[in-house]
């Protein structure tokens, strides 16, 4: 059939199988365009489809040729159906992997559920018998306790005052103003229980307890800072006390990793245009700005050149790993450079719906956007039939 982007506020129905697959493409040719990284062999992605996570995998498996398996939660294609856009960016990776020779396999499933742990553990034991680096990238708004058996719910709302500021809506440009009511105790709990650490916790306790994770292994989970006009509802917001709950659990993870000399990290990344952070209030605002005079500056990365760059200048570089004064990465260093911000405040003061198109890069926004669903993308004829009903190889 021929597809074309069909929008519903925040998501995008339809997803571009031969334009996602173009995505994965372009992001394993940029990275080996930066050659070797002398990383990790055997890696496990949870969270492998899209964004950071997808990232990840590309840059483990063509930069560093890495086995990879790959966790994520999908939507397979139906007949006259598209599948979600991690869908058909596994299938693409997996054939791209596959050409060059390296192992790839895939889970689609709920990565906070005991049977896809286990389905893990059974995997790597069959395949690997040991993995070596393990990159936890979930972005999720529920979450459905394995023990208790309950559906939490995150929620986005900042905590103890409520929060007005300026948003926009990157589909018409609209700047308006929009007012957040606080969160109660209940909201910032559920958003920590989907969005905080545990989960990464009893990933590692599980592979560690089957006896999977090899001497050295490493492990690397993705948080956020941001800038001062989306503290109150992000850093310092719901979202902010999760956040803060999964820099913690590195801490503890890394003391479980001791015996096997392991180690947790979290490096904070730069505010990108991802499913997950299109959804916050006020964050496409800042992103359109951020944008604006990041390529300016000549200093614009997407995800894959911010893991791109995380693995070779951070993580492999041979040197020690440089971490802040509480003990994370930081590859967030360009978009919070103290220029950069300044120029922020300035911009986001003025911003209108009249003047956005000029001071802030909307139009970036909306292509990043459309390029999440495999839309806009050079190199693929989308007046063509596209096959939906994709396969990933290794998932039956
Ligand atoms: P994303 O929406 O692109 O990716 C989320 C991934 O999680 C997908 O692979 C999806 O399939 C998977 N997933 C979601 N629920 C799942 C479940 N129940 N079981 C298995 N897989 C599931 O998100 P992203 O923006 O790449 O976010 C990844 C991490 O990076 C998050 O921790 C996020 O907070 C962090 N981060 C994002 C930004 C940003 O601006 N986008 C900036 C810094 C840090
Ligand atoms: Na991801």
């Known amino acids: 059939m ?14 571009h199988p031969e334009g996602c697959a173009q995505n994965v493409k372009n992001q394993i040719e940029y990275v080996k365009s930066k050659g070797h990284i002398d990383g990790a062999k055997k890696v496990l992605v949870i969270g492998a489809s899209t964004g950071f996570g997808l990232a990840s995998r590309i840059t483990s498996a063509f930069g560093s040729d890495a086995g ?9 294609p139906s007949e006259g159906k598209t599948a979600t856009p991690g869908w058909y960016n596994s299938a693409a990776f997996e054939t791209e992997a596959h050409k060059a020779g390296l192992y790839a396999k895939s889970i689609n499933g709920d990565a906070f559920s005991n049977e896809v742990k286990q389905q893990t553990i059974d995997l790597i034991k069959a395949d690997l018998g040991q993995i070596d680096m393990v990159i936890y990238s979930l972005a999720s708004p529920v979450r459905m306790h394995p023990v208790t058996g309950v559906l ?3 929620v986005l709302k900042p905590i103890g005052q409520t929060f007005s500021n300026k948003t926009v809506d990157f589909h018409t440009g ?4 929009v007012t957040i009511e606080p969160a109660n105790q209940e909201d910032i709990d559920n958003t920590v229980v989907v969005m905080g650490g545990e989960d990464w916790k009893m990933w590692i306790d599980a592979l560690k307890n089957a006896g999977v994770l090899a001497n050295g292994a490493t492990t690397i989970a993705y948080s956020y800072i941001g800038p001062e006009v989306t503290e109150a509802v992000y850093r310092k917001g719901t979202i902010g006390r999760a956040k803060d709950d999964l820099e913690a659990t590195a801490f503890k993870i890394t003391d479980d990793l001791k015996s096997l000399n392991g180690k947790a990290y979290v490096s904070v990344n730069k505010a990108l245009v991802t499913q997950a952070s299109s959804a916050i209030p ?13 390529k300016a500056e000549g200093i614009h990365e997407g995800c894959i050149e911010q893991i791109q760059r995380l693995f070779e200048q951070r993580l492999y570089s041979g040197k020690e790993v440089p971490t802040d004064e509480k003990g994370r990465i930081r590859i967030d260093d360009w978009e919070m450079r103290e220029d950069i911000q300044e120029k922020i405040k300035v911009l986001w003061a003025k911003a209108t719906s009249e003047n956005l198109t000029e ?11 459309l390029n999440l669903f495999g839309f806009g993308l050079n190199n693929v004829d989308y007046k063509a039939e596209s096959n939906e009903l994709v396969t990933i190889s290794s998932i039956k």
């Open 2 to 15: 021929i597809i074309e982007p069909r929008m519903r506020g925040f998501i995008c129905l339809t997803a």
């Open 174 to 177: 609209l700047v308006s103003q």
């Open 282 to 294: 006020v964050i496409p605002l800042y992103i359109s700005l951020l944008y604006k005079i990041m």
């Open 359 to 369: 001071i802030g890069d909307l139009a970036g926004y909306k292509q990043d956007f």
């Open 152 to 154: 939490h719910r995150s």
């Open 68 to 76: 990879t398996i790959g966790v994520f939660f999908e939507k397979p």
